[in-house]
């Protein structure tokens, strides 16, 4: 009798992909409140829903490292955070150039 792996009936477990909804829902926040909040001359409004949003985001990914069946959504929170941080930074400065 050979000892072959293929009769294995076991199927390895597959990598949970990082969840694309997650960025979309993220982004659409991102969106809805770069373009509701009024433009201020100091961006304090929206540079503190943006820190409140990364913060939000960094602190999820922390707590779900923490959770072994769900670790694989960490790297999604941590990739969002970056993104709402870089976009919404970037979104935020040039829309308030724009304006004045």
């Known amino acids: 009798m050979m000892n072959n792996t293929l009769d294995n009936h076991e ?3 597959k990598p949970q992909p990082p969840l694309k909804w997650i ?3 993220n982004l659409a926040i991102l969106f ?4 509701f909040v ?3 001359p100091y ?3 929206k540079a503190f829903c943006i820190v409140v949003h990364v913060a939000f985001n960094l602190l ?3 707590v779900l ?3 072994k069946s769900r670790r694989y959504l960490a ?3 941590f990739m969002s955070a970056l993104l709402v941080l870089l976009i919404g930074f970037g979104a935020c400065l040039a829309r308030e150039q724009s304006t004045l």
């Open 65 to 67: 490292l923490f959770i």
């Open 43 to 45: 961006l304090a409004g």
């Open 23 to 25: 960025y979309g829902i």
């Open 75 to 77: 790297s999604t929170f």
């Open 38 to 40: 009024h433009p201020d």
């Open 60 to 62: 999820a990914g922390i």
């Open 11 to 13: 199927i390895p477990a």
């Open 32 to 35: 809805l409140y770069i373009t």
